[in-house]
């Protein structure tokens, strides 16, 4: 086995507060407590200084697990992290910058509601030193942004994008979403080739699925038929191919050379700390027995992870509520539930390299899926067939444990 070496690490940051919850959602996101119908007045009910406070706290708490490395990529998710201000956004990067350091060339990206944000919103996100926006757009049809509970509207979607460009983004993602309820195959690609049209550098074009504990789930909306959700995929991925997108990933699609280097980072199984509430993160480390990795899940409640740390002052980190190892048996089959979301695969040496594991270990297993056609059988890269990616669930269970 070559000597083993820690993967990149990466940092996940989560803002838990929208200003209204939509159906769809199975996020750890809260609504506000607001009655204003103005977005940008919801902000006062937000405790920013004391959230703010208590993020600096968790990184500081958590910033041994770097152990000696950068922080090469920052996504703050949520929620809506666009909810909070400005200065408390470069606050925390120059707090993160002085605990554990961030790489010259980090990837730093935002997520925004087209619903809360405005020009100045976007001169003062890069200010902040945030170089990657990604917009929760939905649809830019306005029937569908009603059935999906969003707050914007399609003009406001268009407008937050090119704000977003006049600001000085040069790296912007749009969510997109199809299969949406009474959705038809041409108001689908219709809803693309609006995106495409932006010329945005990422698409996150992805079917919506009905969540467990979601408004949808208990009273689902009239979907489409399965034949049209067949044909919105192959005539969508045509036009995104048309256009001069690449797909890299189960659901990303981007121009040349942006693919979203946080997103890669998880299909790689690298390591990320993770802060805020119900934020989660996976650390590996290496000793003489070899490397092990850990998950680990900080406070899910909102107002629980603000008290963390009265509550839990002698704690190593207040903030984290679940801690575990991820057993040795089930890293090959943690490792291939990201990597196999590629659509090229990865490098095989991957492997040991992210699991400790030999490849030899799982050569059998490999053998078999390259004769059944749903793993390549380039002897460099882990990856499927486009069969296989069609088949991915069958895949991976192949690498089960026994």
Same mark, same amino acid.
């Given at each position: ?74 996504? #703050?998710?949520?929620? %809506? *992290?666009? @909810? ?9 990067? !120059?707090?993160? /910058? ?117 408004? #949808?789930?208990?009273? %689902? *909306?009239? @979907? ?9 995929? !192959?005539?969508? /991925? ?165």
């Amino acid at each position: 086995m070559d000597a083993l070496s820690l993967p990149p690490l990466s940092l996940y940051i989560h803002i838990p507060w929208c200003v209204k919850k939509c159906p769809y959602c199975d996020f750890n996101s809260h609504e506000l407590n607001s009655s204003s119908s103005n977005p940008q007045k919801a902000q006062p009910e937000l405790p920013i200084q004391a959230y703010l406070d208590a993020l600096k706290h968790d990184i500081d708490s958590d910033a041994h697990l770097a152990q000696g490395r950068l922080i090469s990529s920052i996504f #703050f998710g949520g929620g %809506t *992290p666009s @909810l909070f201000p400005n200065w408390a956004i470069k606050s925390l990067l !120059e707090h993160i /910058h002085r605990t554990v350091g961030i790489a010259p060339n980090a990837e730093i990206t935002l997520e925004a509601n087209p619903g809360t944000t405005e020009r100045d919103t976007f001169d003062g996100l890069l200010h902040a030193g945030v170089n990657r926006l990604s917009l929760g757009i939905q649809s830019f049809n306005n029937t569908q942004l009603s059935a999906l509970g969003r707050i914007h509207s399609a003009s406001d979607a268009g407008t937050a994008f090119k704000q977003a460009r006049q600001a000085g983004f040069d790296n912007i993602n749009i969510d997109l979403m199809h299969g949406l309820p009474e959705q038809s195959c041409e108001d689908s690609l219709q809803d693309l080739a609006t995106a495409i049209d932006l010329a945005p550098e990422h698409l996150s074009w992805y079917q919506l699925t009905i969540e467990p504990n979601t408004h #949808f789930y208990s009273q %689902t *909306p009239l @979907l489409p038929h399965e034949d049209t959700l067949g044909n919105i995929q !192959e005539q969508g /991925h045509a036009l995104l191919q048309q256009a001069g997108f690449e797909q890299y990933e189960t659901s990303a699609y981007s121009q040349p050379h942006k693919e979203s280097a946080h997103n890669t980072h998880y299909w790689h199984f690298d390591d990320y700390l993770a802060i805020g509430a119900g934020a989660h993160g996976k650390i590996s480390f290496i000793d003489a027995k070899g490397l092990s990795a850990y998950r680990f899940q900080k406070t899910r409640l909102p107002e629980h992870y603000l008290q963390a740390q009265a509550s839990h002052p002698t704690k190593a980190n207040p903030f984290t509520a679940k801690h575990n190892q991820i057993e040795p048996r089930d890293l090959p089959l943690e490792f291939m539930m990201n990597a196999l979301r590629l659509t090229d695969g990865v490098d095989a040496t991957l492997f040991e390299a992210r699991t400790g594991t030999p490849l030899a270990s799982i050569a059998s297993v490999l053998r078999t899926l390259q004769k059944q056609q749903l793993l390549t059988d380039n002897p460099h890269i882990i990856g499927t067939t486009p069969t296989g990616h069609q088949y991915l669930n069958s895949v991976l269970e192949a690498f089960m444990p026994n």
